[in-house]
Antibody, heavy 118, light 113 residues
């Protein structure tokens, strides 16, 4: 069974860069037909899709984040990552990594809480 | 962006009762090449990630009990829990995967009456 695990700092200062990594096990991020994405859930708010990277190398980002988001992959480590720059308190959320096929996210990590505070 | 609107925001149902959750999209989610609706339903319990229940508006994910069913067309969709069990207490979200940015509904909290 595919497993995804998020890792990274739980506390980030305002204006700094949030960096998270998702380690994939029992599956390869190079597998054809899949994309690997990030979704977040601010406290008490709805889920928000951030962006994704596909096995082809193509990336897709939510325009609401403007140019703050970078999703990248390291196939040698079977990991993919999220960088979100210039964070504010509004970026405080549980961040999930997940795998999609045809944009349908059927496999999710457990999520990691990131708090933006000085 | 395709806005997804869910109703009600919460509902309380007796054990064994029927729960009905509605989801409305701002535009049709019919994907012409497959002739299917790119609409999914997720269940989220406290402290857990969302779990995929239904995709293509009405197809149950493997392992999902058949008391969960999805229906709808065009821009209006429904998730029905036919006989509510205690383990079904959760927040339910609809999500469109017709186009990016992918968007979710605001969630419906289901509780036991």
């Amino acid at each position: 069974q595919l497993q995804l695990q998020e890792s990274g700092p739980g506390l980030v200062k305002p204006s700094e860069t949030l960096s998270l990594t998702c380690t994939v096990s029992r599956g390869s991020i190079s597998s054809s037909g899949y994309c690997w994405g990030w979704i977040r859930q601010p406290p008490g708010r709805r889920l928000e899709w951030i962006g994704s990277i596909c096995n082809s190398g193509s990336t897709y980002n939510n325009p609401s984040f403007k140019s703050r988001v970078t999703v990248s992959a390291d196939t040698s480590k079977n990991q993919f990552s999220l960088k979100l720059t210039s964070v504010t308190a509004a970026d405080t959320a549980v961040y999930y990594c997940a795998r999609s096929a045809a944009s349908l996210y059927a496999h999710w990590g457990q999520g990691t809480l990131v708090t933006v505070s000085s | 962006d395709i806005e997804m609107t869910q109703s009600p925001g919460s509902l309380a149902v007796s054990l064994g009762g029927r729960a009905t959750i509605n989801c409305k999209s701002r535009q049709s989610l019919l994907y012409s090449s497959s002739n299917k609706y790119n609409l999914a339903w997720f269940q989220q319990k406290p402290g857990q990630p969302p779990k995929l229940l239904i995709y293509s508006a009405s197809t149950r994910e493997s392992g999902v009990p058949d008391r969960f069913s999805g229906s709808g067309s065009g821009t209006d969709f429904t998730l029905t829990i036919s006989s509510l069990q205690a383990e079904d207490v959760a927040v339910y979200y609809c999500q469109q995967y017709y186009t990016t940015p992918l968007t979710f509904g605001g969630g419906t909290k289901v509780e036991i009456k």
